[in-house]
């Protein structure tokens, strides 16, 4: 765990590299030839405004959207050939979808590795594991609808983890929940990353921004800014990302 | 008042903005009349029938040849004894018998006239009539013929005696008009009812509604009065259709007709609201609606199956259903001409469910949440 | 007073949703509940808008009994549920023009009141509600809500899945409201929202964790605060919560938020104590406790963590 800590994040491998990647709806460009890349274990922000082009981004990069022009590998596979491979390597989790709220935990669990194809013997030694770092072992057969919203999120983001991905993409991860869970939640990232997880954050809540490592800046289809949080704030003279979200944003606000 | 109508607009507006249900409401009436309609008037050829002929002369035996040649019959089946009739029915193999009597040419030169029985299986009323008419039409020919070469301007008369097994009467030949009006006003009026008001549920606007000063019936009978218009519209288009399409005869007053329509429908609506203030979803309110109102009226309301060859059980809840009540009104104005002092049984049990489903209905219409 | 509550309370099933609040909320005031998902905040205000009877207790909004006297009171408040709850089939001006039929207004008698936000979705009045964006369809909702010129006016959430840039503007919105001398009550789980409000109550699992000024709540902040820095962020939460003296130790966007259990406790020993653990990098400083920080504090008071 240290050794890939101590490393840059420059040195290490990009998990996620796009190039001019475009996507048109008829005459609207929804993603406006945007190239960033994501390194392995970092925890990437991708911000934007309502309609900016996030969700579309996103859904290209996990394989459910045909690129129209552009380059993107994730995960090392092509997103244009490979779509089927990602999604065998990547996790997602949205704050509206996560779990089967009529199902109970290990139900859940059990039902998501074997969406992976992981075998009868690992799903349980991993629901075991699992129960146990989030100390949820005694509501093993709780049914989802009965729990916490900050527990669902704990469990989901876990379970989304499930199958070793290579990069999770997390979806508005943390609305709605108290100030302490959602710190447990982030908790949760970061020893995520520290594994060498690759975290994808798509959010437009700017204290969500400040967990991250870099962050990248979507408005109208375009990044405008990617940085880590600290360097965006000092090129903007701001002392929140809120600030420098809403300078871009609207630049004439 | 102006709270009332602005409601009633926005209603209306919702209705037609959403124009693919509205095309498959005004729609619907039409499709399922053709269908059922152009079912009904099918041609029917090579039907089974049954021949008993007790005098084999060649009268009968050239009034068989034309029914067998006319392509309308095939005949599955030669008769010994009248015994035998009951089998061939009740086998299925034939749909028809036709029995000459005893000595049928001696018969007509000697006393002038001889009968044929023509026997239909009237469990399926609609093929029943069509087999007798085609029947019937072909013996007239044949005396015509027989007239023609004998030259005589006189007919011989062959009487042609019709006895329909298992349905006497020959109900519902055209009972499916009665049962659509039943079944389309219940869909419109109680399904998108209850539709629209669990969707203000679902979105949320509920919430709005209440905490203005709209009073719940201003809310309820705004929702409903865009319903109770296109219900009307759907019943004329049955009715326009019935008559100038299918030329099936209107023979009672209109005005009763729309009495028992108007009473039908606002039971519906009732039950629609009644079931909107059960239902918390839209998709709830849909499966209540098709499950537990469509269903039973369609099977259980003497739409499809005579109420009275029902099982005893199946009677018995049958008398819960408004469209069982509706449908004997109906019937009894448009096709059979009868009077209110006919009917006025059902409509006292039809308005007396109007009554307490508004009232139920009114009454579970929370003004809170 | 424009709100006044005393001991109420709502339970569904076991379920205690709100238990027993006491408040009073003054004319002209701009108040916020501030709590997470859950905290009860949507059933107090399906309360106080008549749209809930509560169990326990009683409230009043302008004097009037939210129990008894709820038809009055519907004339006089401005609600606009968590959900922007508006007819996605029918376009902007529809949607204001019905909602100011059924208060018995017309749009231009209370004009004034919304023209400074009805203007900004004006060039769009013919478009359907369903295709605005998310601060669009929030500001038709806020036209919506004050179109009968309410006296209280209640915003559940208004801010939830909008973007930074429209709930900057919203608040700029409220607080022109404000001056016009209409009591606002709002609720949000965005503690950095409470310094907007001039006053707040951080509500969770259906009780006030603290009513007070939003300054006044982070002056109450017992302990010193320090924010730490590395660039080891995962292994720094672990060794600090591996020093001695640590109260308590929660991530903060790219710092940690540090609290000593010792009154006087200086940056210098924190620093000096993670050089040894081998963070060499690590910064501390003191700093001053904001909303979130309170929060915190007050949920780690006796009832401790959540367990299902």
């Known amino acids: ?253 | 008042m102006k709270q009332f109508w602005g409601f009633v607009m926005k209603e209306v507006r919702h209705i037609m903005r959403d124009y693919r249900t509205l095309v498959i409401l005004i729609g619907m009436p039409i499709i399922q009349l053709l269908l059922f309609g152009f079912a009904i008037r099918n041609e029917v050829t090579n039907a089974d029938i049954a021949i008993l002929d007790a005098s084999k002369d060649y009268m009968t035996t050239e009034i068989t040849n034309k029914l067998l040649s006319s392509g309308y019959f095939h005949l599955s089946a030669e008769l010994a004894s009248a015994s035998d009739i009951e089998g061939v029915f009740r086998s299925g193999k034939a749909k028809q018998v036709v029995v000459f009597s005893q000595n049928f040419a001696r018969d007509l030169y000697k006393n002038g006239t001889a009968s044929v029985q023509i026997i239909g299986d009237a469990s399926n009323p609609n093929m029943a009539t069509i087999l007798f008419g085609y029947t019937t039409s072909i013996i007239q020919d044949y005396q015509f013929q027989l007239a023609a070469h004998r030259g005589q301007n006189a007919v011989l008369p062959i009487t042609p005696e019709i006895k329909m097994l298992y349905n006497p009467e020959l109900k519902s030949v055209y009972g499916f008009v009665t049962g659509l009006v039943g079944m389309i006003l219940l869909l419109v009026s109680a399904l998108m009812t209850s539709i629209a008001i669990t969707r203000e549920k679902e979105l949320g606007t509920m919430e709005v509604l209440l905490v203005s000063p709209l009073k719940p019936p201003q809310i309820i009978l705004g929702k409903v009065l865009p319903y109770l218009v296109l219900s009307v519209i759907n019943a004329v288009t049955v009715l326009l259709m019935a008559q100038f399409v299918f030329n099936i005869p209107f023979r009672g007053s209109y005005g009763l007709f729309f009495f028992e329509i108007m009473l039908y429908i606002l039971t519906a609506l009732s039950l629609g609201i009644f079931i909107s203030t059960k239902a918390k979803t839209q998709q709830v309110a849909m499966m209540i609606s098709l499950g537990a109102l469509l269903m039973p009226t369609i099977l259980l309301s003497g739409f499809i199956f005579p109420v009275e060859n029902m099982p005893l059980p199946l009677q018995i809840i049958s008398n819960v259903i408004p469209a069982r009540w509706f449908l004997v009104t109906l019937k009894a104005i448009m096709l059979e001409g009868l009077g209110f002092e006919y009917f006025w049984k059902e409509t006292a049990v039809l308005s007396g469910m109007a009554i307490v489903l508004i009232a139920l209905s009114m009454k579970n219409f929370k003004v809170r949440l | 007073m424009a709100i006044t509550a005393e001991n109420l309370g709502k339970h569904f099933g076991d379920v205690e949703a709100v238990k027993s609040l006491s408040f009073h909320i003054e004319h002209g005031e701009l108040f916020g509940f501030i709590g997470p998902d859950g905290a009860g905040k949507t059933t107090l205000f399906r309360m106080l808008t008549t749209l809930m009877l509560p169990d326990t207790g009683s409230a009043s909004v302008l004097g009037l009994d939210v129990v008894r006297e709820y038809k009055n009171l519907r004339n006089r408040l401005g609600y606009m549920p968590g959900r922007f709850s508006l007819y996605q089939d029918l376009s902007v001006e529809e949607n204001l023009r019905f909602f100011a039929t059924i208060f018995n207004t017309t749009i231009e008698e209370n004009y004034h009141l919304i023209r400074d936000i009805y203007i900004q979705i004006e060039p769009f009045k013919k478009r359907r509600a369903g295709q605005l964006s998310g601060g669009m369809k929030q500001k038709l909702a806020l036209c919506c809500a004050l179109i009968h010129k309410p006296d209280v006016l209640f915003l559940d959430e208004p801010t939830t899945g909008v973007d930074a840039v429209s709930r900057k503007e919203f608040w700029e919105m409220l607080k022109d409201l404000k001056a016009q001398g209409i009591t606002i009550v709002v609720s949000t789980p965005y503690m950095d929202e409470a310094s907007l409000c001039d006053r707040v109550a951080l509500i969770q699992k259906g009780t006030i964790l603290n009513i007070n000024t939003p300054e006044a709540i982070v002056a109450e902040y017992g302990k010193p605060l320090f924010a730490v820095k590395s660039a080891r962020m995962y292994e720094l939460l672990g060794a600090l919560r591996g020093f001695s003296f640590a109260h308590s130790v929660y991530p903060f966007g790219e710092f940690v938020h540090y609290t000593d259990s010792r009154a006087e406790a200086q940056p210098e020993e924190i620093t000096a104590y993670l050089a040894g653990q081998g963070f060499t990098d690590a910064e501390a400083h003191s700093i001053k406790a904001n909303i979130e920080d309170s929060f915190m504090a007050l949920m780690e008071s006796p009832s401790g963590q959540e367990i299902p």
């Open chain 1, 1 to 253: 765990m240290e050794t890939t800590t101590t490393i840059k994040p420059d040195e290490r491998e990009s998990v996620i590299t796009t190039e001019q990647l475009t996507k048109r709806f008829a005459k609207f460009i929804a993603v406006d030839a945007i190239s960033f890349s994501v390194k392995k274990g970092e925890i990437f922000g991708f911000l934007g405004a309502n309609g900016a082009g996030k969700t579309t981004a996103m859904k290209m990069l996990t394989g459910l959207l045909s690129p129209s022009s552009g380059k993107a590998s994730v995960a090392g596979f092509d997103v244009y050939k490979q779509a089927e491979r990602i999604k065998q390597n990547i996790g997602y989790m949205s704050q509206r979808f996560s779990l089967y709220e009529d199902l109970t935990i290990a139900e859940n669990i059990r039902f998501y590795g074997g969406v992976y194809g992981l075998s009868r013997t690992t799903i349980a030694d991993k629901t075991g594991a699992l129960l146990q770092r989030l100390q949820l072992e005694h509501a093993r057969n709780a049914l989802i609808s009965s729990l916490p919203l900050g527990w669902k999120q704990k469990l989901a983001f876990s379970v989304s983890l499930l199958h070793e991905p290579a990069i999770i993409f997390l979806d508005e991860p943390t609305g709605g929940v108290d100030p302490i869970t959602r710190r447990q939640f982030w908790e949760l990232i970061y020893e995520a990353a520290s594994e060498g997880v690759t975290v994808f954050v798509t959010t437009h809540y700017m204290d969500e921004a400040e967990y991250c490592d870099r962050v990248s800046i979507m408005v109208n289809g375009r990044i405008e800014a990617l940085d880590s949080p600290r360097g965006l704030k000092e090129r903007f003279h701001a002392s929140t990302m809120d600030e420098v979200f809403v300078t871009l944003a609207r630049p004439s606000a």
